[in-house]
């Protein structure tokens, strides 16, 4: 089992900045891909970012060049920096890893105001 808990997600207006953390405890040596996803209300929920074991990272094409997702092993650790924020990126923002199996965060909110 791989447990997840998020934080940093909050009101921001558009043109600035957040940082999302996941923190992840558990059974962590399995975990091969982190990722972040979000959901917009009515909305299914869609990959944003994520990184390998390996250090690889992807992006959807709705945020790259403004997001960097970046891991600190040591801390067990993933988080999602996101710049020039624009009121479509107002979501609840899911962390997530792939090990054995599918694990998610509970997620947290964040609003962009235009």
């Known amino acids: 089992q791989v447990q997840l808990v998020e934080s940093g997600g909050g009101l921001v207006q558009a043109g600035g900045s957040l940082r999302l953390s996941c923190a992840a405890s558990?059974?962590?040596?399995?975990?091969?891909?982190m990722s972040w996803y979000r959901q917009a209300p009515g909305k299914q929920r869609d990959v944003v970012a994520l990184?390998?074991?390996?250090?690889?990272?992807n992006y959807a094409d709705s945020v790259r060049g403004r997001f960097t997702i970046s891991r600190d092993n040591a801390k067990n650790t993933v988080y999602l920096q996101m710049d020039s924020l624009k009121p479509e990126d107002t979501a609840v923002y899911y962390c997530?890893?792939?090990?054995?199996?599918?694990?998610w965060g509970q997620g947290t909110q964040v609003t962009v105001s235009s």
């Open positions: 997530g890893a792939q090990g054995t199996g599918f694990y």
């Open positions: 558990g059974s962590i040596f399995s975990i091969n891909v």
């Open positions: 990184i390998t074991s390996g250090g690889i990272t």
